[in-house]
């Protein structure tokens, strides 16, 4: 039997869609699934059911065959040459900077290895149930998954009598507000803003971690900042946008169809994220070195700024993102999508009245929040334009930086929010003594340097 199952045969394995399957039948699944003919990658495409997907890829598994997820026929045809021999798992992803599919190639080991570091470290154990909340051909969803059987839990996407969740940050703030009943919850694919961490450690058993496709696990923590995942080592190394991050562990990739990932002589390798190593020994990941925004002389990281207007009362997520700029070389651009959810009585979160039940005034929540991310923010980090939006996100839950650049070039960027610019550049005239009227909005590129 698969080294991924290791329950009883009467134990339930999987439950998805309300339907359990057995640890004993899905094996007999897994020695009865029909593969392509011939040698060559199997394809798992999109949108192949969960029960299926965990099936095939256990079945090509235990034949020695490589596996693409998240990859159709044609694709795997395509890369059949392109993937290293000692393939088994060939990960199709999307990243959220708008760049070409990465194909990730791993070994089957490179995941076996890191499955005893992360129940020790999460708490997962038998008897367990476990939710994914994404879609498995996901890398970090179907290793959630394939985890959870290696556990000897059951694995479905039933949040409701869960005890274990796997989430990305944005995810885990809607179960936490919907009264996550689950015991620990395991969280990754992007910053956690503070707010959700403080709630999720105040209820329930926290871990989080950072890592990558090409990395896999590389840090992690319990909510008091993240360390080195055993087994991994971590050196910063100096960079043009800072210091960047590289990995050496038994849980790399051993290669990557286009993508970010380089390697070193000596096994190290990275996808170009940035990060900064505290007093603390904690480690802070600042975004991947393709999110720097250089502006009047500059260099800001979109996923800082992120970070903090996240943690905003009233802000559901946010991405900010460089706009070319004559004058400034690149302009700072918030898109902020709102939490509509926050009602007056959070007023006081911003130092404001406590008004009553009803919906807080849109525009009056923008203006805070503009005016909350310039008390909280660098000069050089103040974004010029602001824009009030639902974000688009790749299939992972990340949000889509990539398209986002695109529209605001296109000009298809809706939302834009001018008042709230206005407003404050008003104020500031007059509290340096000219008049109103003459103020620039903030959307305006100021003098090289020059306050905001």
Known sequence: MSEWLRGSPGAPALAFGGDVVRVGELAAAVAAARLPGGTGLVPCPVGTAPVELITTVLAALERGRPVLVGGSSDEARRLDDLLPAATAIALRTSGSSGTAPTVVARTEASWLESAAPLAQLAGIEAGDRVAVTGPLHVSMHLYAALHALWAGAVVGDSVRDATVVHATPTRLARLLDGGLDARAAVVAGAALPERVRHTARARLRLTEYYGAAELSFVAAGHGEGLVAFPGAEIELREAAGGRELWVRSPYLAIDAVGGMLRRDAAGFATVGDLAELGADGTLTILGRGDAAITTAGATVIAERIEGVLAGLPGVAAAAVVGEPNELLGERVVAIVELDERVRATDRDAFGGDDEAAD????????????????????????????????????????????????ALAAGGLDGEHRAAARRHAAIRAVAAGAAPTNAAPTNAAPPTGGPV
């Open 359 to 406: 919906p807080r005034d849109a525009t009056d929540l923008r203006d805070e929040i503009v005016a909350e991310a310039r008390a909280r923010l660098e000069v050089a980090e103040l974004p010029r334009r602001w824009f009030f939006a639902p974000l688009p996100r790749t299939d992972s839950g990340k949000v889509a930086r990539g398209a986002l650049r695109s």
